[in-house]
């Protein structure tokens, strides 16, 4: 078998099915016919919620066979509008897309050996890079040191010699696909010989699979037919205050965040698009509206379950009803939005399945039909993701790609930070981009030209009176 083949068989075993939901999803959020269908599961999604928290297995088994069977009897009534048959993935199709500064670093586990197949316009690769054991201590032991804020520099410096091949370093793009402990790596912390991050020499975008990563060129082409992109901000309000200082808060507790009314605050301002805060921010209204937008953003508290990842949850301003909302949920939900931004904590943090693949709020969005997620992958500092987000937004209206605008709020951040111990990757790195890297369109101001005609004739008219009264007293 061929390199090329053996990447082929490797994709569709792996991500036809994550490939097919995502589609599916995004396919039923534009079909108003099947309102009773949605409803129908959300409600087995809900008994799911109940059944996992009283850990009633039986229960949650009958409910997830309940499940797929409504799944197949909605194929069946409305073939059309299901996309069960899926081609498989060629990557000679996939490569057509592609741009020539790009480079796919698709990595994967096999055996007891960690490999990468290095992916460019014109050429597949395949690389060893060593044991897996080894690895993955390394990485585990990285992402401890640089989330709980301690020195991680050498450590840095070894994973960039043993994960980023050489041959990809003459590629302005990096497009990396994670693969099991992977995913938690901040692959652009990575310390090159020259002492500087890789942030600094290449742009990097995230993706958990290729299907995906290939649906940016529809995307892309897309963007050309929109008249632009609206943002919907949820920024919920929680009764209790932290004790700590302003730069130590963290978005993973249930108090009050500064640095997130702020973020929601100038985001509002800067685009005049619908926000939901304080007691507006409701799992209610996010449920409601959340469907129809094309941006989200969400600002907020998030927490992570390892024991039961699907009870994950965003956490919503307290309302009538519960505030929490559950990865089981999220599956449940048919959303057309081109981005989510998840500005929380963990949120791109969760548990590695051996069948479903990565558990996670992020990876609920893209099932849900969302192609593009900002995500976090520790406890961020509520402060300076403030600045890093406002910035983000700020690169995206001025038209620069999701990937670059990401990398660009973070240079910005590190080059604007003083104190050299909010320069640490704990503070910048936590946000990572997952999925397509076309840019959004925001509206543009639009040109009254009757209001300028009517400007330059009253210019006009007053030039000619002013004439005419010199004249007639000359």
């Not at 890079?129 to 585990?140: D, H, K, P």
């Not at 990842?309 to 089981?328: A, H, M, R, V, W």
């Not at 993701?385 to 209206?397: A, D, G, R, S, W």
Request: charge should be negative.
């Amino acid at each position: 078998m061929t390199t090329p083949e053996l990447l082929e068989t490797i994709e569709n075993i792996e991500h036809t099915l994550d490939w097919q939901e995502f589609l599916q999803n995004r396919e039923y959020s534009e079909l108003a016919f099947i309102d009773d269908y949605k409803y129908e599961e959300a409600a087995f999604r809900s008994q799911l919620v109940t059944a996992r928290k009283k850990k009633q297995d039986n229960t949650v088994l009958a409910l997830e066979l309940k499940l797929e069977q409504l799944h197949t009897n909605f194929k069946e009534q409305y073939p059309n509008y299901s996309k069960s048959a899926l081609s498989d993935f060629k990557i000679t199709d996939f490569q057509q897309k592609m741009q020539n500064k790009e480079v796919v670093l698709r990595y994967e586990n096999l055996q007891d050996s960690l490999y990468v197949f290095i992916i460019d316009k014109n050429d597949v690769q395949l690389l060893h890079l060593g044991a897996s054991e080894v690895i993955s201590t390394q990485v585990n032991n990285y992402v401890s040191s640089v989330s709980n804020r301690k020195n991680s520099d050498e450590i840095s410096k070894i994973l960039y010699k043993q994960l980023i091949p050489t041959v990809a370093l003459s590629f302005e793009h990096l497009n990396i696909v994670p693969d099991n402990y992977l995913f938690k790596l901040p692959f652009e912390t990575l310390i090159n010989t020259s002492s500087n991050y890789l942030i600094e020499d290449k742009t990097i975008l995230y993706t958990p699979y290729l299907s995906l990563l290939q649906h940016n060129a529809i995307a892309t082409a897309s963007i050309e037919n929109e008249q632009y992109a609206d943002l919907m901000i949820f920024t919920p309000s929680y009764e209790a205050s932290a004790n700590e200082p302003v730069a130590e808060l963290v978005r993973g507790n249930e108090y009050r965040l500064i640095g997130a009314q702020k973020e929601s605050e100038l985001l509002a301002n800067i685009f005049e698009n619908a926000s939901y805060s304080d007691y507006s921010a409701t799992k209610e209204n996010f449920k409601k509206y959340a469907p129809n937008a094309q941006l989200l953003h969400l600002s907020m508290h998030a927490n992570v379950d390892f024991i039961t990842p699907e009870l994950s949850y965003l956490l919503f301003t307290e309302g009538n009803s519960d505030n929490k909302l559950y990865i089981e949920e999220l599956y449940g939900m048919n959303l057309k939005a081109e981005m989510a931004v998840l500005s929380a904590c963990n949120t791109g943090d969760g548990v590695l399945d051996v069948k479903k693949g990565m558990i996670s709020l992020h990876r609920a969005f893209t099932h849900a039909g969302v192609p593009t997620t900002v995500a976090s992958l520790w406890n961020v500092p509520d402060n300076a993701t403030q600045k890093i987000m406002v910035e983000f937004y700020k690169e995206l209206k001025a038209g620069r790609t999701k990937a670059k605008a990401l990398q660009l709020a973070k240079l910005q951040y590190l080059e604007t930070t003083d104190d050299p111990n909010f320069r640490t990757p704990f503070y910048w790195a936590g946000f990572v981009i997952n999925g397509t890297n076309n840019p959004v369109a925001f509206p543009q101001a639009e040109i009254n030209y009757t209001v300028y005609i009517l400007i330059g004739s009253m210019l006009m008219l007053l030039l000619f009176i002013l004439f005419w009264r010199k004249k007639k007293f000359l």
